[in-house]
């Protein structure tokens, strides 16, 4: 009888020395992983009658994965995108594997044979110009959190940076003087230098004053009770700001806005202020030039003045034609 191998000790490799220590994987994406190996063996169990101590590397071949991510679907309610990250984690998982075990490379490689589902790709959304300002002129700026809304809200815009970005970042991160810019922080751990407008720079140096001199590690947006804003109350900041603002800008009502949808904004106002995709991609820390493309394709005013400089250059036909 073939040699079976326990699928445990590579899960623990796996996630301990190739995500965690290796490729410095954030902890989201470590949770992500773990918890998809997590299901499949709540999946063994309930199904297969087998406890995860004894599952073998052999026994997770395409044929059980498959029946895995259709429970997924149909037992679990996952939405194709959930089950694609999913299988992700087993594509992962099994390209290390056959690394570490040779007589296991055609077993791992019928396992990342497994396709991905197609998805629809979501309509991106994104504010027009008017929409933006009057979203940024929702703060109260009389008051400390209504300055703190504001420049927040400004970073946002200005930055691209996602809700966990601006809320991690630090005092030690902003370079106010020349040349304004700020280091953020981003996902996967992969860190960009964003330039600040000079608007952006002033307010931020409002807003924190002496605190500039303060702790390196101290957070430049604070909440209510003068700890460190959560993500969370980011999202909150943004909803409540766009409800007000909708008063100015009747097009915001009923329009889901997110901190999301502000980093959508600023990545199609710089492709329609001529900054190139490059810049961009840079810009927002997107890994992939294929992810910066699709705000080209959301942008139907573009789309509208090129086909409206296209219709001027074509020749009136003389009338004997």
Request: hydrophobic share 40%.
């Amino acid at each position: 009888m073939p040699q079976q191998h326990l699928i445990g000790p590579f899960v623990r490799r796996f996630l301990v020395e190739e995500l965690a220590r290796d490729r410095n994987f954030s902890p989201n994406t470590l949770k992500s992983y773990r918890d998809a190996i997590r299901l499949l063996f709540r999946f063994l169990d309930e199904r297969h009658a087998t406890d995860p101590t004894r599952v073998t590397v052999e026994q997770v071949d395409d044929t059980l994965l498959r029946e895995f991510l259709r429970d997924c679907t149909e037992r679990r309610g996952n939405a194709p995108a959930t089950c694609n990250q999913r299988l992700a984690a087993f594509h992962s998982l099994f390209r290390f594997i056959g690394r570490q075990e040779p007589e296991l490379v055609e077993h791992a490689a019928r396992i990342q044979g497994i396709p991905f589902r197609r998805v629809p790709i979501p309509v991106m959304p994104y504010l027009d110009k008017p929409e933006i300002e009057a979203l940024l002129t929702a703060p109260d700026r009389r008051h400390l959190q209504g300055r703190r809304d504001y420049a927040l809200l400004l970073f946002v815009y200005n930055t691209g940076a996602r809700a966990s970005e601006a809320a991690g970042t630090n005092v030690a991160d902003l370079r106010l003087a020349e040349a304004p810019s700020v280091l953020i922080r981003g996902k996967g751990r992969k860190d960009r230098v964003c330039p600040l407008w000079s608007r952006t720079a002033e307010t931020l140096r409002e807003l924190l004053g002496a605190r500039l001199a303060g702790p390196a590690e101290a957070p430049v947006f604070l909440n209510c009770r003068a700890q460190r804003i959560t993500r969370h109350g980011v999202y909150t900041l943004v909803e409540r700001s766009v409800a007000k603002a909708a008063k100015v800008a009747p097009s915001l009502t009923g329009k889901r806005v997110s901190p999301h949808t502000v980093r959508h904004t600023t990545a199609v106002h710089l492709l329609r202020a001529g900054v190139d995709i490059n810049t961009i991609r840079a810009w927002l820390g997107h890994v992939s030039l294929e992810t910066t493309n699709r705000y080209a394709e959301v942008d139907l005013e573009m789309k509208a003045q090129a086909l409206a400089t296209c219709a001027d250059n074509v020749p009136t036909p003389s009338p004997g034609n």
